[in-house]
């Protein structure tokens, strides 16, 4: 039902800004896929270390989707164009691309990952942690009033997409294992 949608977007909009306001440092440690409701995760986090063989993708619109619940993020991170390839289009992307795009914070060969983390780990425990925090407060302060307008906007857009024929045809496609025949409707 319409509501069920609304309050489940609630929900996970609650779960990422958690993550987005935790007021200590936060790192996404991505090993392998990072897809979909990945990559919006991981934009919340302020730091991104990657294996070198993660791949990234955004296929929401190959079902009819919009790509809700911090799109905007993604947006900040990798600018307006690059942005639009991955939810436009839905392509992948390696980890050396989703660096140079400037969402990931560093790349290593998978099996340096976890020594990765714990060095960065290592760098911000030695830092004094009220200083930290407040940098990152500082850091995301302006961004504050454009992220609540967008995740507004985004909830309202994917609900009126919910009712279209297109999404109709996008969500039965799936499930019948076709291609999806879609009419602009």
Request: charged share 25%.
């Amino acid at each position: 039902t319409p509501e069920a949608v609304a309050k489940y977007g609630a929900t996970s909009m609650a779960a990422y800004e958690a993550l987005y306001n935790f007021p200590k440092p936060t790192i996404a440690k991505i090993q392998g896929f990072c897809i979909g409701a990945g990559v919006i995760l991981a934009a919340c986090a302020d730091f991104r270390i990657s294996s070198d063989r993660a791949i990234y993708s955004l296929p929401e619109v190959q079902r009819s989707i919009g790509v809700i619940m911090g799109l905007h993020r993604v947006t900040r991170l990798i600018g307006v164009a690059n942005t639009k390839r991955m939810a436009m289009l839905g392509e992948k992307f390696s980890a050396t691309e989703m660096a140079t795009m400037g969402f990931l914070t560093k790349v290593c060969p998978g099996e340096k990952l976890s020594a990765e983390v714990d060095i960065l780990l290592k760098k911000i425990l030695a830092l004094p942690p009220q200083a930290v925090s407040l940098n990152k407060q500082i850091a995301d302060f302006s961004y504050a009033e454009f992220l609540r307008a967008s995740q507004r906007f985004e909830l309202e857009r994917q609900y009126d997409l919910n009712g279209t024929a297109d999404f109709k045809e996008a969500m039965q496609s799936f499930f019948e294992k076709r291609p999806p025949r879609y009419t602009g409707k």
